[in-house]
């Protein structure tokens, strides 16, 4: 009887212990996406989220000055700066100084393919643009 009774202590110690086993880095976020700034692109330049979903971006300015990563909506794509207004930018990661990072946590709802830009001036006529695939 007494083997039996500690086999069950022992027992329940481990499944507690297994238990308390887990990602304590879990950041509520189920999908993550990096991008790194530089002048003047994205690395990557192409992001797949799922619709509805909250997801992390984890962005980092590896530049020498500052950058920003901003989703435009859906059909306001920009061909220059000269068409660009901050009334077309449906969410953004504000401008970073060299060498800083940030994770910002962000949703959308609606199923596309988003532009996404450095709307700061000069850098998207300069190449800096990216794509963001909402599924």
Known sequence: MRLRIGLLVVASGA???????????????????????????????SWTVPAGEEFTIEFENDGST????AVIKLGADIESEDGFEEDKVLL??????????????FTIDEPGTYQVICALEGHFDAGMEGTLIVE
Request: include cysteine; proline fraction near 4%.
């Open 15 to 45: 499944i507690l212990a297994l238990g308390a086993c887990g990602d304590d880095d879990d950041d509520g976020a189920s999908t993550s996406i990096e991008a790194t700034a530089s002048e003047f692109q994205f690395e990557p330049d």
């Open 66 to 69: 500052d950058h920003e990563w």
């Open 92 to 105: 953004e990661v504000e401008a970073l100084p060299a060498g800083a990072s940030t994770d910002q946590r």
